[in-house]
């Protein structure tokens, strides 16, 4: 998971784009989540969603959402 973080973090750096599937900073966040820093992974969660707002990618938006809960209650 390290190995990927990193890719990710460049990619989040770089401003690199994503779907509607996901974005780096929501993959970050995830990551994150399942290396169990919990601290991070919803700070990444709180940086992605007015991103998502701008974009409007509404469904992506209530993931994070909803993954932010999940992190929240670990």
Known sequence: A???R??????????AGGSQVATPRLT?????????????SRDEF????P???KLGLRPL???AKLST???KAS
């Open 46 to 49: 709180s940086k992605a969603r």
């Open 69 to 71: 809960k999940f992190s």
């Open 61 to 63: 938006r209530a993931i």
């Open 28 to 40: 970050l966040a995830r990551l994150h989540g399942l290396s169990g820093n919990l601290e991070d």
């Open 6 to 15: 990193i890719l990710v973090d460049r990619a989040v750096a770089e401003g």
């Open 2 to 4: 390290h190995a990927g």
């Open 51 to 53: 991103h998502l707002d």
